[in-house]
C-alpha cells in the first residue's frame, strides 16, 4: 500500500508559477505510475498529468506545453511544475498511484493524496 501527500499548494496570480510535491511511503514507490488530477467546485475530477515507470510522461490537453511532470524515484517523490497559470486552474490537486498500465489514459488509479489547493487570481 502507499500513502500519498501532496504539499505546494497556494495562491498565485495569473500567468505565474507554482510546483507541487508529491511524498509517497514505502520502498515500492518506482514500481508505480503516478498521476495528478484535479477538481474544481462544480465539476467532475479531471488527469492533468502522469508518469510511468520509466520516465515516459502523458498530459492532459488543457495543461499541455504549460504543465510538467517529473519524479525523483530516490526521494520518493513526484511533481507537478505549472507555468502560466490561469485562472481555469483554479482546482485541489490531487496526486494518485496505480500499478496498471491505464495510467496513461488516466484510469486505474488505486491510491489517492488528500489533495492541495491552487487558487489562481485574473
Known amino acids: 500500500q502507499v500513502q500519498l501527500v501532496e504539499s505546494g499548494g497556494g495562491s498565485v496570480q495569473a500567468g505565474g508559477s507554482l510546483r507541487l510535491s508529491c511524498a509517497a511511503s514505502?520502498?515500492?514507490?518506482?514500481?508505480?505510475?503516478m498521476g495528478w488530477f484535479r477538481q474544481a467546485p462544480g465539476k467532475e475530477r479531471e488527469f492533468v498529468a502522469g508518469i510511468g515507470w520509466s520516465g515516459t510522461t502523458r498530459y492532459g490537453d488543457s495543461v499541455q506545453g504549460r504543465f510538467t511532470i517529473s519524479r525523483d524515484n530516490a526521494k520518493n517523490t513526484v511533481y507537478l511544475q505549472m507555468n502560466s497559470l490561469k485562472a481555469e486552474d483554479t482546482a485541489v490537486y490531487y496526486c494518485?498511484?496505480?500499478?496498471?498500465?491505464?495510467?496513461?489514459?488516466?484510469?486505474?488509479?488505486?491510491?489517492w493524496g488528500q489533495g492541495t489547493q491552487v487558487i489562481v487570481s485574473s
Open positions: 514505502g520502498r515500492t514507490f518506482r514500481t508505480y505510475a
Open positions: 494518485a498511484a496505480t500499478r496498471t498500465s491505464a495510467w496513461q489514459k488516466g484510469e486505474g488509479y488505486d491510491y
